[in-house]
């Protein structure tokens, strides 16, 4: 079993930046497919990022591409969500996901068995 817990989330203004975190235990990290969901009030859970276990690749969404950068730290179980000049369309709640075998569809929720509870973004002025 795989525990995620995220981290990070907050208030910020439009063209802000935040970094999110996400510490995973239970299994060895660099065994583990990540990725970045979010999911803003009366929508669906909709792909972010996706980063590969050795960082070989990352896949974002359109609408975070030259925004956000996802980045992994394998000695400190750690995956992160570096998302800069926010909009306010960014507001949503944050998920981290994890799949212990390689992930070939990383932009559906489907294919990650472990998910973390979840940070609160909101862009606002």
């Known amino acids: 079993q795989v525990q995620l817990v995220e981290s990070g989330g907050g208030l910020v203004q439009p063209g802000g930046s935040l970094r999110l975190s996400c510490a995973a235990s239970?299994?060895?990290?660099?065994?583990?497919?990540m990725g970045w969901f979010r999911q803003a009030p009366g929508k669906e859970r909709y792909f972010v990022a996706h980063?590969?276990?050795?960082?070989?690749?990352?896949y974002y969404a359109e609408s975070v591409k030259g925004r956000f950068t996802i980045s992994r730290d394998n000695a400190k179980n750690t995956v992160f969500l570096q998302m800069n000049s926010l909009k306010p369309e960014d507001t949503a709640v944050y998920y981290c996901?994890?799949?212990?075998?390689?992930?070939?569809?990383?932009?559906?929720?489907?294919?990650?068995?472990?998910w973390g509870q979840g940070t609160q973004v909101t862009v606002s002025s």
């Open positions: 239970g299994r060895t990290f660099s065994s583990l497919a």
């Open positions: 996901a994890a799949d212990p075998f390689p992930v070939t569809r990383v932009s559906w929720s489907g294919a990650y068995d472990y």
């Open positions: 980063i590969t276990r050795n960082s070989d690749n990352a």
